[in-house]
């Protein structure tokens, strides 16, 4: 146990067209950590396609970054589409 | 017997077998070695005791008593009990816990294989469900047969203790008696001699990839879970199964 590593846990739900975060397990492999999730996160019928990522594989943004990454973002509306009028046959946008 | 007696004696054994191993895993609620584990366990725990209903509610509707699942699991005493010996073994280490899965996954998933194709529709029904749990059950009992065999030297020392120590109960597995003989006959339940050869050639198969050894086929076997005649530890698995029933009975607010 103590040796297990820890992955990251994606779920595509019935409807879902992108995998989704859902948390974390601890295994001692790539098909534990499958078994684990799938015995964790998708007891209630939630999903139809699991991913496991090592954690120790995911490059993470700092907490001191965050000025500096999302900011500037904050005040540009232009780069939000809600200034265009969208035909109804686009639908989901 | 008649051949619905027959029946019912068969389907009790499904029945008790999912019921007191489904107990047993329970016991692990709270106290298994990883988080994820216990999730598992429970998992497999808990669709054991959904089988059981399964089959008791059929036995129930069989014997037209007025019994009903509840009655049958939570009424009756040790000798009435079916289950297969190895089901009631104490969960042990984790080794012996996952060793005693592993022999009883081997045997469930063909027994149910064969049931998926029953002459009896009800049954072939109950099956064709239960297989697609404990074709689960045995792929994540025998992943953990091999990891902890092949995996480091304590722990391979735990995984053969736990598979010397409950292969007495596996004859009991695979040896047929009149009852399964019948059942088979009557093309309700697996091929008897298939099942024993199904059985013994994937448990070898999975030992041999976890590095460990099996005892011998005609190693002495403890029988007599199929007739009633129990180890001392199914009083005790009953006794803390059957308490609310007994004390508060059809105990309806709590």
């Known amino acids: 146990m103590a040796e297990w590593s820890l ?9 879902g067209l992108n995998h989704k975060h859902v948390g974390s397990v601890h295994a001692s492999d790539p098909a534990m950590a499958l078994e684990n999730a799938r015995d964790l996160y998708t007891r209630r019928n939630e999903g139809v396609s699991l991913w496991v990522v090592p954690s120790s594989a995911i490059t993470a943004s700092t907490g001191d970054e965050k000025e500096v990454l999302f900011d500037p973002s904050e005040d540009k509306v232009y780069r939000h589409a809600s200034f265009y009028k969208l035909p109804d046959e686009v639908g989901h946008m | 017997m008649t051949d619905k007696e027959i029946l019912q004696s068969y389907l009790l054994r499904l ?12 016991e692990l609620c709270g106290k298994a070695p990883a988080l994820e584990e216990e999730m598992a366990l429970m998992n497999v725990a808990l669709d054991l005791v959904g089988q059981a209903r399964n089959w ?7 014997e037209g008593k007025g019994r009903d699942a509840d009655q049958l699991a939570f009424l009756r005493d040790a000798h009435d009990y079916r289950n297969l ?7 042990g280490d984790y080794a012996v816990t996952m060793a005693r899965q592993f022999f009883y996954d081997v045997w469930h998933y063909f027994t149910l294989k064969g049931l998926v194709n029953s002459s009896d529709e009800r049954v072939a029904g109950i099956a064709a469900k239960a297989l697609k749990e404990v074709t689960y ?11 902890l065999g092949d995996g480091t030297e304590e722990s391979h020392r735990r995984m053969q203790d736990g598979i010397d120590l409950l292969w007495r109960f596996t004859g009991e597995l695979i ?7 019948q059942i088979a006959a009557a093309g309700i339940g697996p091929d008897t001699a298939q099942l024993t050869n199904d059985w013994r050639g994937l448990v070898k198969e999975v030992l041999q990839e976890a590095t460990l050894t099996p005892q011998p086929d005609d190693a002495w076997m403890y029988l007599g879970g199929k007739r ?7 009083g005790f698995i009953l006794a803390e199964m059957q308490f609310l029933q007994r004390a508060y009975p059809d105990a309806k607010v709590w």
Request: glycine fraction near 4%.
């Open chain 2, 15 to 26: 029945a008790d077998s999912d019921m007191i191993l489904g107990q047993r895993l329970c």
């Open chain 2, 228 to 234: 009633g005649e129990h180890t001392e530890h199914l």
């Open chain 2, 175 to 181: 040896q047929a008696d009149d009852v399964d003989q």
């Open chain 1, 7 to 15: 992955y990251e846990v994606f779920v595509r739900s019935k409807h």
């Open chain 2, 137 to 147: 059950h045995l792929r994540r009992s025998s992943e953990w047969v091999k990891r």
């Open chain 2, 85 to 91: 010996l190895i089901t009631e073994q104490p969960n």
């Open chain 2, 56 to 62: 008791y509610e059929y036995v129930a509707e069989l």
